[in-house]
């Protein structure tokens, strides 16, 4: 039953504003999981480059997706590499669809160790976007140059 005057849920819900970072950050979740496991970092599915009609090349890293195990709305650790993962689609959309199989494929990954201090870094200020910047450029070098 809708009341006269309330919103849907749809529409009160707001999209959540891309910062320039979060372009920076995904790329790097995604060539990572590229270097660590060769495509999705969850069903391990390997990823190659892929010639377009038009000879361009569509890379591997671009078919992932930047997985964030708590969201972006965590300022915090929004651009904190242990919350991230590349993903396929598939796996993303699973994950988002059941939570707790989410949170335990995280705690296994992190180890519980890993999980109660990035759940520390969550009560943290904001951090310092332009440090990030600059860390996320050389490990993108780094990868580059791996």
């Known amino acids: ?12 819900r707001k999209r959540m504003k891309r910062d320039p970072l979060d372009d920076l950050f995904s ?7 590229m270097a660590r496991v060769g495509g999705c ?6 990823k190659c480059d892929m010639t377009k009609e038009d000879g361009s ?5 671009k078919q992932l997706q930047c997985s964030h195990f708590h969201g972006r709305g965590n300022h915090s650790i929004r651009w904190d590499e242990d919350n991230a993962a590349g993903l396929c689609g598939g796996c993303h ?7 707790s199989e989410h949170k335990a494929w995280f705690v ?8 109660a201090l990035l759940e520390g870094r969550k009560r943290e200020g904001m951090p310092d976007k332009e440090a990030i910047k600059i860390y996320l450029k ?3 070098e780094e990868l580059s140059k791996g």
């Open 1 to 12: 039953m809708r009341i006269k005057g309330m919103k849907t849920i749809a529409k009160r």
């Open 41 to 46: 970092e969850k069903c391990l599915a390997k």
């Open 108 to 115: 296994a990954r992190l180890g519980e160790l890993g999980e």
């Open 93 to 99: 959309m699973y994950f988002t669809a059941n939570p």
């Open 138 to 140: 050389v490990k993108l």
């Open 57 to 61: 090349i569509f890379p591997a890293w």
């Open 27 to 33: 790329e790097y979740i995604r060539k990572r999981a």
